[in-house]
């Protein structure tokens, strides 16, 4: 680890943060803690048209292309009653035929001002989880969140404005087509895999969305609180990784 990020993560209270106190029979930590650097998949001239987000109609003009009918949409959208106290809606952001999809809770104060998913504190956190296993932001990355608009006080969203926003959610999926998704949280790993969780059981473990592997590991916001499971967060980013590389080498 490079001296000047040993110092920013001393300052925020985490540092060192990645460094594995035993490590796991199935990843060496010498082999994930300088993997291979991720190969970002160049973006397609033009997106393809599909159907409007089901159960919702369509914003966009005609002739738009899918990503920009969901943004429209998405924007425009007044399903739940989280659009009143927004700025804007964060639909999310990345590398949009990304290999990684990251699904957190919801946008916070500074998310909701920028328009952007994790730029505060969280999400600083978030790019250094990222940078452990040799990934970076936009870089065969997308990142989203389980609802579009920030809850009021940063609140936890309801399962009811989970359920109104799931579409969206479903539909950067479908458009995105990940080989692994990441559930950052309690929140969007129900919102994924429509039961109930608790992280703790939730975690180290494939679970399914759509054909699609899915982990469960802790929201960055809840490890800036939480420092003890920090080592339990880097387990799971040891996991991720291998689980990724089976995936590629299938």
């Not at 804007?88 to 952007?116: I, K, M, S, T, Y």
């Not at 452990?132 to 009021?152: E, H, M, Q, S, T």
């Not at 109104?164 to 080989?179: A, D, G, V």
Request: charged letters at 25%.
């Amino acid at each position: 680890m490079k001296p000047e990020r040993e110092q920013i993560l001393r300052e925020m209270g985490l540092g060192p943060v990645w460094k594995l106190r035993v490590p796991t029979a199935a990843m060496p930590v010498e082999e994930v803690v300088a993997p291979p650097p991720a190969t970002a998949m160049p973006l397609p001239e033009a997106a393809p048209t599909i159907a409007p987000v089901p159960g919702v109609a369509s914003m966009a003009p005609p002739g738009a292309t899918a990503w920009d009918e969901l943004a429209v949409t998405v924007a425009a959208c007044r399903k739940c009653s989280l659009c009143e106290a927004r700025k804007q809606a964060v639909l999310g952001v990345g590398d949009r035929n990304a290999d990684w999809l990251f699904v957190g809770e919801g946008p916070g104060a500074e998310e909701d001002q920028r328009g952007e998913p994790f730029v505060g504190q969280a999400g600083k956190l978030l790019d250094n989880m990222l940078a452990a296993i040799g990934l970076k932001r936009g870089d065969d990355v997308y990142i989203a969140n389980a609802v579009k608009c920030r809850p009021p006080e940063n609140r936890t969203p309801t399962p009811e404005e989970t359920a109104t926003c799931r579409p969206y959610l479903e539909r950067q999926i479908e458009l995105i087509r990940p080989k692994l998704i990441v559930a950052l949280g309690r929140p969007a790993a129900q919102t994924l895999l429509q039961t109930e969780i608790k992280i703790a059981a939730a975690r180290g473990k494939l679970h399914d969305y759509d054909g699609i592997p899915l982990i469960v590991t802790y929201h960055p916001a809840y490890l800036l609180r939480t420092l003890p499971d920090k080592a339990r967060a880097w387990e799971d980013l040891c996991f991720m990784r291998q689980t990724m590389r089976q995936r590629k080498g299938a």
